[in-house]
């Protein structure tokens, strides 16, 4: 989910240990309003244009150095980037 309630992946579940990986394929001008409905009522999934994958891992590699955002926060890449759920490895507690 982004900010201001722009939900991406509206089926991901935080607590099974896979991460959802959203692909958005190339789309006309004139489809960004749809784009942009769908992202705000929680529809994305069901756009032509959006692919989800469900992974445990995942290796995205570039032909060669790119910023990317993790969180929101840029940062410069070299060529991959190796990602990979830890899942029930984040433990908060959570006053009554």
């Known amino acids: 989910q982004y900010g201001n309630n722009a939900v991406i992946a509206p089926n991901a579940d935080a607590g099974?240990?896979?991460l959802d990986v959203v692909i958005l394929h190339p789309f006309k001008l004139w489809q960004v309003p749809g784009l942009v409905i769908r992202l705000f009522s929680k529809t994305?999934?069901?756009s032509s244009k959006i692919e989800t994958l469900r992974t445990e891992e995942l290796v995205i590699q570039r032909a060669g150095e790119a910023v990317v955002h993790f969180d929101g926060d840029p940062a410069v890449i070299e060529n991959e980037v190796?990602?990979?759920n830890i899942h029930q490895s984040l433990q908060l507690l959570i006053p009554a």
């Open 44 to 46: 994305m999934d069901r």
């Open 82 to 84: 190796h990602l990979k």
């Open 16 to 18: 099974d240990g896979l």
